[in-house]
């Protein structure tokens, strides 16, 4: 899937997530957002002007969110994003009543919609985590020029081959081809077992 893929899936199989931002004193504060829009250029959502989680994203500009599609923890997909946000104003509302029709009842008139504006999520880092499928899928996407950060484990040319580290592997995503370990990070719930199990630390923090 390619990252574009990923946000109309937020906008359009998820839609209400779990958005972090940070108040004035460091602290975190989260709220339910819907996700309204997605195009090349990012993730798009509304909030009235009057209100602290406005003055938490101007402040900060800056935000994460999380949701999941899926009736049972065994049985969903997981999507989180983190990123930098931007205020654009009125330019997209019309667009996102278009989409989101329910905001009609909501916002009735025109003078009730002068509150609203529309921020983009511009530059960003996501994850999608898919527990449906055995074993697990997990893959790292980015939109916006955003860089991504490696993460889990990966297992050097210190490895001795010996296979400790695979009864410990809870979703059995360890390898060993030419006597070397290798981990199929598509797979990996980044758990540390094998870090721990392994007699020569070969394995390592990516």
Known sequence: MTAN?????????????????????????????????????????????????????????????SGKKGEDTMNCIAVSVRGKVKEIGTEMLNTLFEYNGYMFEIYPT??????LTVFQIYDGVGEWFDLSKKPIERYSFTFGGAQSKTSGYSITE????????????PQRCIDITNSQAVIRQENCLHCGNCAVVCPVNAVVKR
């Open 5 to 65: 893929e990923y946000l109309k899936f937020i906008v359009e199989q998820i839609h209400s997530t779990v958005v972090a931002t940070v108040d004035e004193d460091g602290l975190p504060v989260t709220c339910v957002i819907d996700m309204m829009y997605a195009d090349e250029n990012g993730l798009y959502f509304l909030t009235a002007k009057g209100k602290n989680f406005y003055r938490r994203l101007k402040d900060k500009s800056y935000l994460a969110l």
């Open 110 to 115: 025109n003078e009730s919609r002068k509150a």
């Open 158 to 169: 210190d490895c001795i081959g010996c296979g400790s580290c695979l009864s410990d592997c």
